[in-house]
């Protein structure tokens, strides 16, 4: 079955510097991929999303890469700020439902 | 901006009795996903409703959940003879699309069982 990993539990960054997380993917079928963000107590909260035939999507302060020779999603935050600390999950999309990675919380040091 | 709203977010049942989580999906969405957290553990995929039924659901959505919309606003959960595992987070989401198209969560119900 499906199977999405992140690779760092936890990423610790100083204010201002930029953030990159990373996540890998098994199921090659998938052609959606989300990355949400989750703060204590709240449910996950949509950062950005990338369909299987973009490689680069950017928003506001944040870029998403897609890799998908190697099945590798990574999520890039510019110039990271305190209120960027969370747990940032990437998902991906297969059939209806969405297969959630496990996590990777980001800590923000003033 | 809109939201999905779910209520209550803390909810204490004892063991063997049911329990109906709610939720209210974004207005204009017409696909919507119940999930679940359990503490510690990633976020799992339960069913997804569209049209007045079930479009798919997962292992975990056993005879024992049921969803249901009853009108043009709320989006159900039941859970029938709950159990000590069946507590977690539990998510509500909609989307305007079944595809490519972001899913929006609300901020969960914790369900306790004791």
């Known amino acids: 079955g499906e199977s999405v990993g992140l690779h760092l539990p936890t990423l610790s960054v100083q204010e201002g510097d930029n953030s990159i997380i990373n996540c890998a993917y098994s199921?090659?079928?998938?052609?959606?991929f989300i990355w949400y963000k989750q703060e204590s107590g709240k449910g996950p909260q949509f950062i950005i999303d990338?369909?299987?035939?973009?490689d680069k999507r950017q928003g506001q302060r944040v870029t998403v890469l897609l890799n998908k020779t190697v099945k590798h999603l990574s999520l890039q935050i510019a110039a990271t700020q305190p209120g960027d600390s969370a747990v940032y999950f990437c998902?991906?999309?297969?059939?209806?439902?969405?297969?959630f990675g496990g996590g990777t919380r980001l800590m923000v040091k003033p | 901006e809109p939201e999905v709203t779910q209520t209550p977010s803390h909810q204490v049942t004892q063991m063997g009795q049911e329990v109906i989580l709610r939720c209210v999906p974004i207005s204009n969405h017409l696909y919507f996903y119940w999930y679940r957290q359990i503490l510690g553990q990633k976020v799992e995929f339960l069913v997804s409703?569209?049209?007045?039924?079930?479009?798919?659901k997962s292992e975990i959505f056993d005879d024992q959940f049921s969803v249901e919309r009853p009108d043009g606003s709320n989006f159900t959960l039941k859970i029938r003879s709950t159990k000590l595992e069946d507590s977690a987070m539990y998510f509500c989401?909609?989307?305007?699309?079944?595809?490519?198209?972001?899913?929006?969560f609300g901020d969960g119900t914790r369900l306790s069982i004791l």
């Open positions: 998902a991906l999309e297969a059939g209806n439902m969405l297969t």
């Open positions: 199921n090659s079928a998938s052609d959606y």
């Open positions: 989401a909609s989307s305007d699309g079944g595809s490519w198209q972001p899913q929006h």
């Open positions: 990338i369909r299987s035939n973009m």
């Open positions: 409703f569209y049209n007045n039924e079930i479009s798919e």
